[in-house]
């Protein structure tokens, strides 16, 4: 990486509170899949705090576990009384710490950090959202503005793979979206169960399908990057331009706003100029492996 690439942030117009944690407690705790390897966490700011500014979909927090770390997670749902949603993945050190996390425990929340979906932009627009595993957490609140200004968007087409039945998260949801008629939900899974009846492979065979219009369609993708990479490709196959393509990225992270550069994907910080990118910004690191 040249040194000239290296853009960290200069301005000192971040929000006083931006590397502070605040104290938001745990409201409630739902397990998303039987394992309990993904769970969903509700929380409140603690009397006192402040919030900040509503998250818009597919931004990020920085949840911080005292004296064990700090991880992004995205926000998954805003409920109707400003309790924020996050759909977690136990992965490793922190995230595992978390799962034993229960009701009224306080953590800390520093946030929302990066850029959002382009869910204005997509207004009258064709809407196709492709996410794979923990992926469809981030464009959950894609879906939801969809569905509640439905008459806003064209066809609303939503691809979703997971590793197997009982890894499928919001369940009751997709049952939900299933049963709508203005909506079409297309799920695979890459292993099948004896009981499963719906569609098995990776996920890009549900864009082959189409069933929206190339040239008036905003895609959004969420997921591993191998899978955004090959999601990408179909995409551009049935015709849409790679500017109407947007992904999500992720990378291990520290400040969060631009300050450290742990974040960085050749010259852009994943925390300040993403996650979400225009898939054209991150299509070259696409290319090269194991970035
Ligand atoms: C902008 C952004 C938004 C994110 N949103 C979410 C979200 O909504 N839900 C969610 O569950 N995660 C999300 N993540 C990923 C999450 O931040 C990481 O899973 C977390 O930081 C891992 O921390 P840890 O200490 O538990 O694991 P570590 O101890 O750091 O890692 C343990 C092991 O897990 C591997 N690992 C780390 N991250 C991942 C991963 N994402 N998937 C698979 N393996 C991994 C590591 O390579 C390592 O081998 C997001 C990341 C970013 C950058
Ligand atoms: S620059 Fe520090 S995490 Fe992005």
């Known amino acids: 990486m040249a040194p000239e690439t290296l853009q960290p942030r ?46 818009t979909p597919g931004q990020f927090n920085m949840l911080y576990l005292f004296g064990v770390g700090e991880v992004p997670i995205s926000v998954s749902a805003i409920t109707a009384d400003g309790g924020i949603v996050h759909t977690t993945r136990a992965v490793g050190s922190v995230t595992r710490t978390m799962q034993d996390l229960g009701p009224g425990a306080v953590v800390g929340l520093r946030g929302p950090f990066g850029t959002a979906w382009p869910v204005e932009q ?20 894609v879906i939801h503005a969809a569905l509640e200004r439905r008459a806003d968007f064209g066809r609303v087409v939503v691809c979703y793979g997971a590793r197997a039945p009982g890894d499928m998260i919001f369940r009751d949801e997709l049952d939900a979206w299933a049963a709508r008629g203005d909506f079409d939900l297309r799920v ?20 082959d399908r189409g069933g929206f219009d190339r040239r008036n369609t905003v895609a959004m993708v969420c997921g591993p990057e191998v899978m955004m990479r090959f999601a990408a490709a179909s995409l ?16 291990n992270m520290r400040c969060a706003v631009g300050f450290c550069g742990h974040c960085q994907i050749g010259s852009q910080f994943v925390c300040r100029d993403g996650p979400v990118f225009p898939y054209p910004v991150m299509e070259p690191a696409f290319r090269i492996r194991e970035l």
């Open 236 to 251: 551009e196959r049935r015709g849409l331009k790679p500017e109407d393509i947007y992904v999500s990225m992720e990378r």
């Open 188 to 207: 695979t899974v890459d292993r099948a169960t004896a009981a499963w009846r719906g569609d098995v492979g990776v996920v890009t065979q549900l864009i």
């Open 122 to 141: 997509a207004r009258g627009r064709d809407l196709v959202l492709v996410a794979g595993g923990i992926g469809l957490a981030p464009l959950r609140p």
């Open 10 to 55: 200069t301005d000192s117009a971040l929000p006083e509170q931006a590397m502070a944690p605040q104290p938001w407690r745990i409201r409630s705790v739902r397990p998303d899949v039987a394992s309990n390897e993904v769970f969903s966490w509700t929380l409140y700011p603690e009397p006192g705090v402040e919030p900040g500014p509503l998250p």
